[in-house]
């Protein structure tokens, strides 16, 4: 496993890096430049990146959130303190794990666990969501080549239904794509 960890402090990268002592197989890699940081990060190619701020200004906090909107990976961030605000741009930004105050080699592993836990969920739900939204897209495109059909064919609901479902077993595609076809023509002959 590749842990990339960006810490413009030397010291407290070595605590991070003492947690991580236990992990087998694990290439660590320790980022204290934050100029170039997404190109740095993507040159190593981490599963994980944690990330100590220490007690950032506005201005720092923001240049990390808008590194871990980049990048798909989990994100654990290490903060002295923080308030309500920077904790809802961090869930917004897509960090795992937003950690005050708690910098120490004994819970590094459990929040590396918890990052990288929450990461896949929210991965699994934007998955599922893009489904979802998939599937109701296709199915509004059906409908509407169904009332085309309908109105353009003098077609019952069931018919323009089993038309479209026709075509589409003989031309061997989706019934969503013949949808999308019927909408396009009927958009070139000038229809709505």
Do not use: W
Not at 27 to 34: K, L, S, Y
Not at 108 to 135: M, W, Y
Request: aromatic share 4%; proline share 3%; with cysteine.
């Amino acid at each position: 496993m590749r842990i990339a960890i960006v810490d413009e402090s030397a010291a407290r990268a070595s605590i991070i890096q003492e947690g991580l002592a236990d992990f087998r197989d694990c290439e660590i890699f320790i980022v204290t430049e934050r100029r170039g940081l997404v190109a740095r990060i993507a040159e190593i190619g981490p599963e994980i990146v944690l990330m100590d701020l220490g007690n950032p200004s506005r201005d720092v906090l923001e240049e990390y959130f808008a590194v871990s909107r980049v990048l798909a990976r989990p994100i654990a961030m290490f903060v002295d303190e923080s308030d309500a605000e920077s904790i809802a741009a961090s869930v917004d930004a897509g960090v795992s794990a937003y950690v005050v105050d708690g910098l120490a080699p004994h819970r590094i592993k459990p929040l590396l666990d918890l990052a990288v836990r929450r990461f896949n969920a929210f991965s699994r739900l934007q998955t599922d969501l893009a489904e979802a939204k998939g599937k109701l897209a296709e199915r509004d495109a059906i409908d509407r080549a169904k009332r085309i059909l309908m109105n353009s064919r003098g077609l019952a609901e069931p018919e323009a239904y089993a038309e479209l479902r026709r075509t589409a077993m003989n031309q061997n595609r989706r019934i969503a794509e013949i949808a999308d076809a019927v909408i396009t023509a009927h958009k070139l002959i000038g229809g709505d």
